[in-house]
C-alpha cells in the first residue's frame, strides 16, 4: 500500500492538532510496521488520553477508519492498471487489489500481532467494508454507463457481495484456512459478474 508521511507539528502546545492530526500520527505508525499505542500517540501529540479519545474514538475505531484509507487507496492505486472493460475489468481490478493486500508488509505487521481484531475489522460490517463497497460501486457503474456491464440485481447489492466474497476468500487463512484463495474469489465473483455465459466479458448494455 502507499504510504504517507508522518503528521507534521500541529498547532498549540506540542503536536496537537486535532483528530486529522491524530489519524495521520497512527497512519504513519500503521504503514511503518509499529503498533498503535493510544497512551504513546497521545504523549506525541502532546494531549492526554482522555482528549485523544474524544478526537477518535476507541483504538479500534481509529485503527478501522486506517484500514478504510488503506483500502481506498489501494484500490485507486490499482485502478491505474488495470485493463479491459465491463466484468474483465472489474476482476483485473479485484485480483491486484487483493493481491496488494495480502502483500502489504504494514497489513502483515498487523496481523501477526492482533489477527483477532483485523478480522473483526476487515471481515465484518463496517467501515472497510462500506469504503470497499462504496468503491467498487463506482467501478461498476463506471463500466454500466458506457455498456460494457449489464448487471441484474441492485448494484449496491452486487458491490456487497463482491466485497464480502472476497473478503471471505482473501482472509481464509485467518478463518481457518491454509492460504488466501485469491482464484477461488475471482472464479465465484466472474459468475455474478457474467450471469450469462453467452454474453462474454463486456455483459452487454448497462441497466
Given at each position: 500500500m502507499n504510504g504517507q508521511p508522518r503528521?507534521?507539528?500541529?498547532?498549540?502546545?506540542?503536536?496537537?492538532?486535532g483528530p486529522?492530526?491524530?489519524?495521520?500520527?497512527?497512519?504513519?505508525?500503521?504503514?511503518a510496521g509499529e503498533p498503535i499505542d493510544m497512551s504513546a500517540l497521545a504523549a506525541e501529540l502532546g494531549v492526554g488520553r482522555a482528549t485523544l479519545y474524544?478526537?477518535?474514538g476507541s483504538r479500534e475505531r481509529l485503527l478501522g477508519a486506517i484500514l478504510a484509507e488503506m483500502t481506498e487507496r489501494t484500490y485507486r492505486r490499482v485502478m491505474?492498471?488495470?485493463?479491459?472493460?465491463?466484468?474483465?475489468?472489474?476482476?483485473d481490478a479485484l485480483e491486484r487489489f487483493m493481491r496488494a493486500v495480502v502483500e502489504?508488509?504494514?497489513?502483515?505487521?498487523?496481523?501477526a500481532r492482533e489477527p483477532g481484531l483485523f478480522v473483526r475489522l476487515a471481515a465484518a460490517?463496517?467501515?472497510?467494508?462500506?469504503?470497499?463497497?462504496?468503491?467498487?460501486?463506482?467501478?461498476?457503474?463506471?463500466?454500466?454507463?458506457?455498456?460494457a456491464l449489464r448487471v441484474t440485481v441492485p448494484i449496491e447489492?452486487?458491490?456487497?457481495?463482491?466485497?464480502?466474497?472476497?473478503?471471505?476468500?482473501?482472509?481464509?487463512?485467518?478463518?481457518?484456512?491454509?492460504?488466501p484463495e485469491i482464484d477461488t474469489a475471482l472464479e465465484v465473483i466472474g459468475l455474478l459478474l457474467r450471469p450469462d455465459p453467452a454474453s462474454g466479458s463486456s455483459g452487454g448494455s448497462g441497466s
Amino acid at each position: 500500500m502507499n504510504g504517507q508521511p508522518r503528521a507534521g507539528n500541529g498547532t498549540g502546545n506540542g503536536r496537537a492538532g486535532g483528530p486529522a492530526a491524530a489519524v495521520a500520527a497512527a497512519t504513519a505508525h500503521y504503514l511503518a510496521g509499529e503498533p498503535i499505542d493510544m497512551s504513546a500517540l497521545a504523549a506525541e501529540l502532546g494531549v492526554g488520553r482522555a482528549t485523544l479519545y474524544r478526537w477518535v474514538g476507541s483504538r479500534e475505531r481509529l485503527l478501522g477508519a486506517i484500514l478504510a484509507e488503506m483500502t481506498e487507496r489501494t484500490y485507486r492505486r490499482v485502478m491505474r492498471e488495470v485493463t479491459g472493460t465491463g466484468a474483465d475489468r472489474i476482476l483485473d481490478a479485484l485480483e491486484r487489489f487483493m493481491r496488494a493486500v495480502v502483500e502489504a508488509a504494514p497489513l502483515k505487521a498487523l496481523t501477526a500481532r492482533e489477527p483477532g481484531l483485523f478480522v473483526r475489522l476487515a471481515a465484518a460490517p463496517g467501515p472497510v467494508e462500506e469504503r470497499a463497497k462504496a468503491v467498487l460501486v463506482r467501478e461498476l457503474q463506471r463500466e454500466i454507463d458506457r455498456g460494457a456491464l449489464r448487471v441484474t440485481v441492485p448494484i449496491e447489492t452486487l458491490a456487497q457481495a463482491i466485497v464480502r466474497i472476497a473478503d471471505s476468500f482473501m482472509y481464509a487463512h485467518y478463518l481457518g484456512g491454509t492460504r488466501p484463495e485469491i482464484d477461488t474469489a475471482l472464479e465465484v465473483i466472474g459468475l455474478l459478474l457474467r450471469p450469462d455465459p453467452a454474453s462474454g466479458s463486456s455483459g452487454g448494455s448497462g441497466s
